[in-house]
C-alpha cells in the first residue's frame, strides 16, 4: 500500500504532474457528485452551485423522478432504494463542465468551506436534503476536518494515567494511534500474531469488507488507493499495516499475547491486567484504565451437528481457514447462507468438483453489483490528485451506508400486520431482492422458491451478493433448503432426506456473540463483569460503553453499539474512541483518578434502549428467526437504537451528570 492521506495533507499530491490524458480520463470516470464538488475546489467558482442546483431542478422537473444507473454499476434497483444518484442528463452536463474548467493547474482556490457553503455543497453533492445536525460529523467522516476535541485541554495526561488496550484490529489500532496523539501511555495487548483483527482472522476465499472501502476506513487516514468500492480482506489488512506502521504503532504492540483477566484495585485506582504471553510466560500489568477493543465476533459457532467428529475429511470453519487447505477437484458442502457463505461459494466455485450449499433460511440478498467492482483508474487518480475530491467521494459513501437507512428496520404496525415486510420502506429492498431472485433464476423456480427467505427484512443482516446467486446455478452446484442432521465418515445428511458424499465440510456458520466478559474481568467490590451479564448472554452497557462498578473500563463497540440499520464498524470505532479520549482528558483535567457511571444513569440509558428498539425488528423478528443480533431470551444486545448522527453527537464528550468520579489522591 503507497500513500495514506492524512486529513491535514488535503488531497492533492504536488509532486505528480497532471497530463490533460490523465485528467480527461479522471473526468469521464469519476463520481459525479465529488468531480463537481472538486471543480467547485478548484476553480473556487460558487457560481457551479447554482448552475449545478438549477440544472438538477430542471432534470428532476423534466424526468419526474426518473434516476441513472447508480455511479458504481448497481442496478437501478438499487438507486431506487437508495438516494444520491444524479439523472443521466445532469452526470452528463457535470462531466461536460468539467471537461471545460478543469485544467491541469489543479491547485485549489477553495479550502474547507465555512459551514454556511460546505452544507449547500454535501446536498448538492449527495443529491439529497442536508440538515445543520450533520455538518459536524460530515466535516469529520469525509475527512476534511480531524475530531474536534470538546474537553478543554490544559494540562498533558500524567504518566500513571496510562492505558491497557486489548486487541489490535480496527479499535485497537484507532485507540493507539488516537492515545499517543492526545498524550497518554499506552500498551495494546493482541492474541494473535498480527494485527488486524476480523482481517487477519478472516482469510477465507473471498473475504471481503460489504461496507464501502473509501468509508470502511478512517477519516483521518483517508487512502485514495482502494482497488476496488468494496475492500478484499487482504487489501483491508494491508492498509492497517500501513497505519500501523505510519503512526510508529507496533512498539506499543504486544502480538500472542492474551489477556486472562483484569482486576481493579480501588485503593490504588489502578487496574491489574493479567497476560500470557507465546511462551507461555504470565505477566502482570499495572494501568489506570482499561479499552477492550475485542470487536463482537470472536468465539465461532460450531454447530452440534451428531458425528461431526467422524467425518474423514476435513471440516473447517471459516474464521479458522487453513490457507494450504486444498479444495481443488473436492466435494465441498458449505453449511450456512449469511455474508459470509455467499462470499466463499462465490469465491471457490470454480474450483470445486461438487458443491452443496446447505441453506437453513436464506436470508434476503440484494444485487450489489459493486462489491466486486475494481475503481477504475481515472477515479483512482482523481482520489489522489483532484483536491477534495476523496474527501466528497468518502462524504458521500457515509451517506448512503448510514441514516438514509434509519427507518428500513423500524416497524410501521399497520404494515407489518398485513405484510411480511414491516413498513412500505422496508418493502422496497424486499421487492428489489425479490425482483433479483426473479431476474437470476427465470428458468428455475426450484432454485427461486428455495432461496425465497421467510423472515422479514433486516431480521437478519440484508447480503450483498457477489456472485452467490449465479453459481447455485452451475451444474456441480446443488442448493439445499435443510439443515444438516447428522454427519457420517463420508458425507452429510440433511434434513430433508438427502444424503451429500463430500470431502471438505465448511462451517460458515457465524459466531457467538461475546462481549468483553469472556475475559475475568473483576470490577469494584469483587464483582465480575461476566455475573453482571449473565454470563454474556445480556451485556448492558451504558453508552454502549461503560458499565456501573467497573471503573475506567471502556468497553468498546459494545453492547448495542453497531450501527446495524446502516454501516460500518469505523464510525463505531472513532465515536468511541473519541468519547474515551474525552473521558480520560477529562481526569487530567479536573485531577481525577477514576470516572464511572452511575448505576442509575446505566439503568436509564438501557431503559431508552430498549424503547426504542421495541420499535424495530430487531426486537420483533418474526417465527423461528435465528441469528446472532439477539440473546437468549430474544433481546437485541448487538443493534444500535439511534441514527449515527445522534449517537456520534452522544459520544462527543461526557455527560458528567451521568458519571461519577474519584479524585487522585494528594501526591
Ligand atoms: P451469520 O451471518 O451469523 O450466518 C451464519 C449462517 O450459518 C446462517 O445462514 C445460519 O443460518 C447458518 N447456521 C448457523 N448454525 C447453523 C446450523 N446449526 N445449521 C444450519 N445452518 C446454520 O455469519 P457470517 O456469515 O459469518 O457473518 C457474520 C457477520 O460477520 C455478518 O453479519 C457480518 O456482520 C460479518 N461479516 C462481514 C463481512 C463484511 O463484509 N464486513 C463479511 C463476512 C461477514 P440461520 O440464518 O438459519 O441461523
Redesign the pocket.
Given at each position: 500500500m503507497s500513500t495514506l492521506s492524512t486529513v491535514t495533507d488535503s488531497t492533492i499530491d504536488e509532486e505528480v504532474e497532471v497530463t490533460a490524458e490523465d485528467l480527461r480520463a479522471a473526468i469521464d470516470q469519476a463520481e459525479p457528485g465529488a468531480l463537481l464538488m472538486s471543480m467547485v475546489h478548484v476553480t473556487g467558482d460558487l457560481a457551479l452551485l447554482d448552475e449545478f442546483e438549477d440544472i438538477l431542478a430542471d432534470s428532476r422537473s423534466a424526468s419526474a423522478g426518473e434516476t441513472a444507473k447508480t455511479h458504481y454499476g448497481a442496478s437501478s434497483d438499487a438507486a431506487v432504494v437508495l438516494p444520491g444518484e444524479f439523472p443521466t442528463d445532469v452526470v452528463v452536463a457535470i462531466r461536460k463542465r468539467a471537461h471545460e474548467v478543469l485544467t491541469t493547474d489543479v491547485t485549489p482556490r477553495l479550502g474547507v468551506p465555512e459551514p454556511g457553503l460546505f452544507r449547500r455543497m454535501a446536498a448538492l453533492c449527495t443529491v439529497s436534503e442536508v440538515d445543520d445536525e450533520f455538518i459536524p460529523i460530515l466535516l469529520e467522516q469525509g475527512g476534511f476536518e480531524l475530531g474536534r476535541r470538546r474537553v478543554p485541554v490544559t494540562k498533558t495526561p500524567p504518566a500513571d494515567l496510562d492505558v491497557i488496550v486489548i486487541g489490535a484490529g480496527m479499535i485497537g489500532l484507532n485507540a493507539a494511534v488516537k492515545l499517543d496523539a492526545a498524550g497518554f501511555g499506552y500498551k495494546v495487548f493482541e492474541a494473535r500474531d498480527d494485527i488486524g483483527g476480523?482481517w487477519s482472522r478472516?482469510i477465507y476465499p473471498g473475504?471481503?469488507?460489504?461496507?464501502p472501502s473509501h468509508y470502511?476506513s478512517y477519516s483521518f487516514e483517508l487512502n485514495p488507493n482502494w482497488s476496488r468500492y468494496?475492500p478484499t480482506?487482504p487489501e483491508y489488512l494491508e492498509y492497517m499495516h500501513a497505519v500501523a506502521e505510519k503512526y510508529d504503532l507496533i512498539k506499543n504492540i504486544e502480538l500472542s499475547t492474551s489477556v486472562l483477566s483484569a482486576d481493579w484495585d480501588e485503593a490504588e485506582q489502578k487496574w491489574t491486567v493479567v497476560t500470557r504471553g507465546a511462551d507461555g510466560r504470565i505477566q502482570h500489568h499495572r494501568a489506570a484504565a482499561v479499552v477492550t477493543a475485542l470487536g463482537?465476533?470472536n468465539s465461532i459457532?460450531v454447530?452440534?451437528?451428531p458425528g461431526l467428529d467422524t467425518f474423514d475429511g476435513t471440516v473447517i470453519h471459516?474464521?479458522e481457514w487453513d490457507p494450504e487447505l486444498d479444495l481443488t477437484d473436492k466435494r465441498v458442502v458449505v453449511?450456512?447462507?449469511?455474508?459470509?457463505?455467499?462470499?466463499l461459494v462465490a469465491n471457490i466455485v470454480d474450483d470445486v468438483a461438487a458443491l452443496a450449499a446447505?441453506?437453513?433460511?436464506?436470508?434476503w440478498i440484494v444485487p450489489e453489483k459493486s462489491v466486486v467492482n475494481d475503481v477504475p483508474s481515472g477515479e483512482k487518480w482523481a482520489m489522489k490528485h483532484l483536491p477534495y475530491f476523496q474527501n466528497w467521494f468518502r462524504l458521500k459513501a457515509y451517506w448512503l451506508a448510514s441514516d438514509n437507512l434509519y427507518m428500513m428496520p423500524r416497524i410501521d404496525p399497520d404494515w407489518a400486520a398485513t405484510h411480511l415486510s414491516v413498513s412500505a420502506l422496508n418493502d422496497r429492498v424486499m421487492q428489489v431482492s425479490l425482483r433479483y431472485l426473479d431476474q437470476t433464476f427465470p428458468d428455475r423456480p426450484d432454485l427461486k422458491e428455495k432461496m425465497t427467505p421467510t423472515?422479514r427484512p433486516y431480521a437478519?443482516?440484508i447480503?450483498?451478493d457477489p456472485g452467490f446467486l449465479e453459481a447455485l446455478k452451475r451444474d456441480h452446484v446443488s442448493l439445499h433448503r435443510a439443515?444438516?442432521t447428522s454427519v457420517q465418515p463420508n458425507g452429510v445428511t440433511l434434513s430433508d432426506g438427502e444424503f451429500v458424499e463430500a470431502d471438505i465440510i465448511v462451517?460458515?456458520?457465524?459466531?457467538k456473540v461475546e462481549y468483553a466478559s469472556f475475559i475475568d474481568i473483576t470490577g469494584r467490590n469483587g464483582e465480575k463483569l461476566s455475573d453482571r451479564w449473565d454470563g454474556g448472554n445480556d451485556p448492558r452497557a451504558y453508552l454502549g460503553i461503560q458499565v456501573a462498578g467497573f471503573p475506567n473500563l471502556f468497553v468498546t463497540a459494545g453492547p448495542n453499539a453497531?450501527p446495524n440499520h446502516g454501516a460500518?464498524?469505523n464510525i463505531t470505532s472513532e465515536e468511541h474512541v473519541h468519547y474515551i479520549i474525552e473521558n480520560l482528558q477529562y481526569l487530567v483535567e479536573n485531577n481525577m483518578s477514576s470516572v464511572d457511571v452511575k448505576p442509575e444513569a446505566l439503568a436509564a440509558y438501557n431503559e431508552r434502549v430498549d424503547e426504542s428498539l421495541d420499535k424495530t425488528v430487531w426486537a420483533h423478528p418474526g417465527e423461528g428467526?435465528?441469528?446472532?443480533y439477539r440473546n437468549q431470551q430474544g433481546r437485541p444486545i448487538v443493534p444500535c437504537p439511534w441514527r449515527l448522527v445522534d449517537y456520534w453527537t452522544m459520544l462527543r464528550e461526557p455527560n458528567t451528570d451521568d458519571l461519577v468520579y474519584t479524585s487522585r489522591r494528594a501526591e
Open positions: 476480523t478472516n473475504a471481503a469488507v460489504d461496507t470502511y468494496y480482506g463482537v465476533l459457532n454447530p452440534d451437528i471459516t474464521a453449511i450456512g447462507t449469511g455474508c459470509t457463505a455467499v462470499q446447505v441453506v437453513r433460511s436464506p436470508h423472515v437478519k443482516r447480503v450483498k439443515s444438516p462451517l460458515a456458520t457465524g459466531f453497531a460500518g464498524h428467526v435465528t441469528g446472532y
